[in-house]
């Protein structure tokens, strides 16, 4: 995908001007989108370039999965990247590059959703083709959303696309509330639209209700950490999981490894596509020189001795791998493997997650009442790496969280994890203003709805 021509707010939007907003995604030399998108050919490609910009190296090709590592205690600075170094210590600069990077980007994916919305509707095709892409754009408006909520907190929700200089660029913060109900109403819309079934690699009606489930599971917590009824929200996230779960085609596989090894699998919900002509940058920044990698980022000791050394995930995620050299084995997180070609799919959502949030919205309604089904969640995704549990412990979202962290470690969950469940700072031995990144300097020097006020506590 990555070889399309953009189109303006579509394809070929990856310079910004140097003076203007993030929120302005105008490119340097484009063709305007009312006139790129006048019939299904048209819309089709505006579909292939917008999951082309989920793909950046910035967002889900490298950067937003091993940001979340390194803040966290289960990434660590191997390489030479100051940018990351401040990640791993929590002494991020607002004028860090890899926040700047990481924050255009995604709204640059989010004005190529906003294209296809505003004139999808007018193209004469098929019309379930034409809701379903639509669809497909309100999702992927709301993922993108939903990333920058969790990472930087209330942020400005763009909802309209950038056409030119006349276009409104400004747009204030919001709060998280305001957000969280913005992107549930993305999914509603989605949810209407999408039918068909493309594949994993597109997005599907089962994959809206576990997306949903996830809002739902933060936006309880958030609301529970401030002291608000979160209980409405643990609810539907119960409900989305186990529909996933029960009503759904999707099956846990089990073999571990084939979910990462096998593009199709009847485990991955929904996934991003990579080739040798299209790559991402995931197994080259993981994986030491040794191995052919550029050893960037590596998993801590705390990671892997944390799991129990039966279990099957483990030996999975840190084998050994034969040198380039023929002369010895390196580890890398064998989640992602091509280190050649770049070519290993991102995850964004899969079925054990869906029984993970069963678990943790069981007991955030129901406390130790429910530990039989939390128990039968927990011992879902357990029971084909390693012996079931059979008690919460003395903390049972401990208990949780760790399930999560040996299930999804470099998926991009730990870190949120830990901020939302108000566990970041005694866990990783951090300050509450570093927990949430910090709003990108550019952005607050040339967007006229945001000042310096409006940054985050701390930076």
Known sequence: MKKLKHISGILLISLLIGCESNLDVKPVASIDAKDAITDANGLNSALMGMYNDFQSD?????????????????????????????????????????????????????????????RGETIVMDEAERNNTIGEAYFMRALAHFDLLKNFGGVPYKATSTQGVGSDINLPRLSREEV??????????????????????FVSSTAVDALM???????????QNTNQDGQPHYQKALDLATSVTENSKHELVLDYGSIFTSKENTEVIFQLNYSAQDRNRMSYYLSPTSLGGRGEVSFTNGLSNSYKKDDARSTFIF????????????????????????????????????????????????GMSAEVKILEALNAVRERAITPLTSLGSDPIRTILDERRWELCFEGHRWND?????????????????????????????????????????Y
């Open 58 to 118: 910035s967002y889900y090709g490298r950067d937003l999965y091993i940001l979340g590592a390194l803040s966290s205690n289960d990434g660590q600075r191997t390489g030479t990247s100051l940018d990351y170094q401040q990640f791993e210590n929590h002494s991020i600069l607002s004028d860090n590059a890899t926040v700047e990077s990481f924050w255009s980007s995604v709204y640059t994916a989010i004005n190529t959703t906003n294209n296809i919305i505003e």
């Open 319 to 366: 084998q050994e791998f034969p040198t380039l050299d023929g002369n010895g084995t390196g580890k890398r997180v064998a989640k992602y493997q091509d280190t050649a070609n770049g070519a290993d799919p991102i995850v964004i959502l899969r079925l054990a997650e869906m029984y993970l949030i069963q678990a943790e919205s069981h007991y955030r309604m129901s």
């Open 418 to 458: 830990l901020v939302r469940t108000d566990r970041a700072t005694s866990t990783l031995g951090i300050s509450v203003n570093s927990q949430l990144y910090p709003i990108p300097l550019k952005e607050i020097q040339t967007n006229t709805s945001i000042n310096q006020d409006d940054q985050n506590p701390g």
């Open 180 to 201: 969280y109900d913005l992107i549930l109403q993305d999914l509603t819309a989605a949810k209407e639209r999408i039918t068909l079934d493309k594949g994993n690699f």
């Open 213 to 223: 489930a996830r809002v739902e599971l933060y936006y309880g917590s958030y609301l």
